[in-house]
């Protein structure tokens, strides 16, 4: 059974500080996904890492995947209020064409204050 | 483009009753979608697997009976909690695949905005 966890699962940064979310997850996988969600509201794609060694950066985030560790990482740079939610990352944990069943982490609940 | 809406937005119903969910993707076609069910400050979990034209692939734990799936168009999947009772409140979500994406194994999917309910 896949098993994907977070760390850490509060994280609370002050504004302009660097940090980094992590993602460990139990079986191969190389399709990893980072979404972000505010309070009420549904899913918000952040990133999508299809290979081993994937990095991709948007704004102040960037994330990365080690398949061989089966590790990702969502990097926070000089963080700003507006980044506050709540992270999550998905893996996906099915092969050949059975493509989409998710499983998630725990999620990572992000306070930025001044 | 790669809108998914559900409808409705948040429905409070009394208990023993039941409630439809309908998912849509809007702008493209969807031979898969998904529901996933999320507690207060908890995660996501995954209910089941809705394929269009055939019966849905339910998760462990989960009751076929009592949640009802139905996959009729390809732009279209519905959710029905039967019998409700408040343990089934919850913030129910949708998400789709692209059939084109499908093709191609890129295998990423689109959410929709969740069904807060509320069982009195």
């Known amino acids: 059974e896949l098993k994907v966890e977070q760390n850490p699962l509060f994280l609370s940064m002050q504004e302009g500080k660097n940090y980094t979310i992590y993602c460990n997850y139990s079986?191969?996988?190389?399709?990893l996904y980072w979404y972000r969600q505010d309070p009420g509201k549904s899913l918000e794609s952040l990133f999508v890492?299809?290979?081993?060694?994937a990095v991709k950066q948007e704004g102040r985030l960037m994330a990365s995947l080690d398949t061989k560790a089966r590790l990702s990482t969502l990097h926070i740079t000089a963080a700003v209020h507006d980044l506050s939610a709540t992270y999550f990352c998905?893996?996906?944990?099915?092969?050949?064409?059975?493509?989409?069943?998710?499983?998630f982490g725990q999620g990572t609940i992000l306070t930025v204050h001044p | 483009g790669a809108v998914v809406s559900q409808h409705p937005s948040r429905v409070i119903c009394k208990s023993g009753t039941s409630v439809k969910i309908e998912c849509r993707s809007l702008?493209?076609?969807?031979?898969?979608m998904f529901w996933y069910r999320q507690f207060p400050k908890q995660s996501l979990m995954l209910m089941a697997t809705?394929?269009?034209?055939?019966?849905?692939?339910?998760e462990q734990g989960v009751e076929k009976d009592k949640f009802l799936i139905n996959h009729a168009s390809l732009t279209l999947s519905t959710l029905t909690v039967t019998s409700a009772h408040p343990e089934d409140s919850s913030f129910y979500i949708c998400?789709?695949?692209?059939?084109?994406?499908?093709?191609?194994?890129?295998?990423?999917?689109?959410f929709g905005p969740g069904t807060r309910l509320t069982v009195l």
């Open positions: 702008d493209f076609q969807a031979t898969t």
């Open positions: 890492l299809l290979s081993n060694g």
């Open positions: 998400s789709a695949r692209d059939r084109k994406e499908v093709m191609t194994n890129l295998g990423e999917q689109f």
């Open positions: 079986t191969t996988s190389d399709r």
């Open positions: 998905a893996v996906d944990n099915a092969g050949g064409t059975s493509y989409g069943k998710l499983t």
């Open positions: 809705s394929n269009e034209g055939s019966k849905a692939t339910y």
